[in-house]
């Protein structure tokens, strides 16, 4: 499991747990647990696995003054056992800083090739600067930063209150509307836009997002994308929190569609 994925407390209890663990075992043991986590470091990829190469790493910092600490312990536990105990403190810290300039000798030259390809891609990036290309004169006149209205998701058991006044209610997989209209196959989880023009509601598994646009009674189903909110009135979609958001026309295929 990867560490940075708990709360602070949880991980300051697991690295406690491990330390208590190798100090109560026997040295030969712990320290055999030890070389195993150098093993699985050095045959792991830091670009593909950094959370998990920041775990292990974590556990050979805090483990292994756990080992030395049992290792004195078996010694005797007098004044030459901590000495050694410290002495292998010393070297041993020494070693595991060596092995993290071995696994980190690749970080700056990873760095830079992935500026030189974010410089040579087109326009068509992350969501972090996407405001900024907008807004930016070499791309043709100055535009207005979009901002998008973030849906206000609701249940069916909370009841969701349609803009336009008319009843609803969601039954059998489906939500009914006014004229059994109906909308199949989707979550209770729905929202409407702020002028009640579109309808919303989440895939079931989270395959994607059902849009309806009301006015001209036409169905998108969308899988794969999420609903990142409205603007002037319109759905904007996004694949992942990382991605830029685009307008549905755009996923769709047609820019100028309406």
Same mark, same amino acid.
């Given at each position: 499991?990867?560490?940075?994925?708990?709360?602070?407390?949880? &991980?300051?209890?697991?690295?406690?747990?491990?330390?208590?663990?190798?100090?109560?075992?026997?040295?030969?043991?712990?320290?055999?647990?030890?070389?195993?986590?150098?093993?699985?470091?050095?045959?792991?990829?830091?670009?593909?696995?950094?959370?998990?190469?920041?775990?292990?790493?974590?556990?050979?910092?805090?483990?292994?003054?756990?080992?030395?600490?049992?290792?004195?312990?078996?010694?005797?536990?007098?004044?030459?056992?901590?000495?050694?105990?410290?002495?292998?403190?010393?070297?041993?810290?020494?070693?595991?800083?060596?092995?993290?300039?071995?696994?980190?000798?690749? &970080?700056?030259?990873?760095?830079?090739?992935?500026?030189?390809?974010?410089?040579?891609?087109?326009?068509?990036?992350?969501?972090?600067?996407?405001?900024?290309? &907008?807004?930016?004169?070499?791309?043709?006149?100055?535009?207005?930063?979009?901002?998008?209205?973030?849906?206000?998701?609701?249940?069916?058991?909370?009841?969701?209150?349609?803009?336009?006044?008319?009843?609803?209610?969601?039954?059998?997989?489906?939500?009914?509307?006014?004229?059994?209209?109906?909308?199949?196959?989707?979550?209770?989880?729905?929202?409407?836009?702020?002028?009640?023009?579109?309808?919303?509601?989440?895939?079931?598994?989270?395959?994607?997002?059902?849009?309806?646009?009301?006015?001209?009674?036409?169905?998108?189903?969308?899988?794969?994308?999420?609903?990142?909110?409205?603007?002037?009135?319109?759905?904007?979609?996004?694949?992942?929190?990382?991605?830029?958001?685009?307008?549905?026309?755009? &996923?769709?295929?047609?820019?100028?569609?309406?």
């Amino acid at each position: 499991m990867n560490l940075q994925q708990l709360p602070a407390w949880k &991980v300051l209890l697991s690295l406690a747990a491990w330390l208590a663990a190798l100090a109560l075992l026997p040295w030969w043991l712990g320290m055999s647990l030890l070389l195993a986590l150098v093993v699985l470091l050095s045959g792991m990829r830091l670009s593909r696995r950094q959370g998990a190469t920041i775990s292990l790493r974590n556990g050979l910092r805090w483990g292994l003054p756990a080992v030395l600490f049992a290792l004195q312990r078996a010694l005797g536990g007098d004044a030459l056992a901590w000495g050694i105990a410290l002495l292998g403190v010393l070297a041993g810290y020494t070693l595991l800083a060596g092995l993290e300039q071995w696994l980190d000798r690749d &970080v700056p030259r990873a760095s830079a090739a992935m500026e030189l390809s974010e410089s040579q891609r087109q326009p068509t990036s992350a969501a972090s600067d996407w405001p900024a290309k &907008v807004m930016s004169s070499a791309i043709g006149p100055p535009a207005e930063i979009i901002t998008l209205q973030a849906p206000l998701w609701q249940t069916a058991t909370e009841g969701i209150a349609d803009p336009w006044g008319r009843p609803l209610r969601y039954q059998d997989a489906s939500y009914w509307f006014a004229g059994d209209r109906r909308i199949a196959d989707v979550d209770a989880c729905a929202c409407f836009s702020p002028d009640g023009r579109w309808f919303a509601a989440r895939m079931p598994r989270a395959a994607g997002v059902l849009l309806w646009d009301r006015r001209q009674d036409r169905e998108h189903h969308l899988r794969g994308w999420h609903l990142a909110g409205w603007y002037c009135e319109q759905p904007w979609l996004q694949l992942n929190a990382d991605a830029a958001p685009r307008p549905l026309q755009h &996923v769709l295929g047609d820019d100028h569609a309406r």
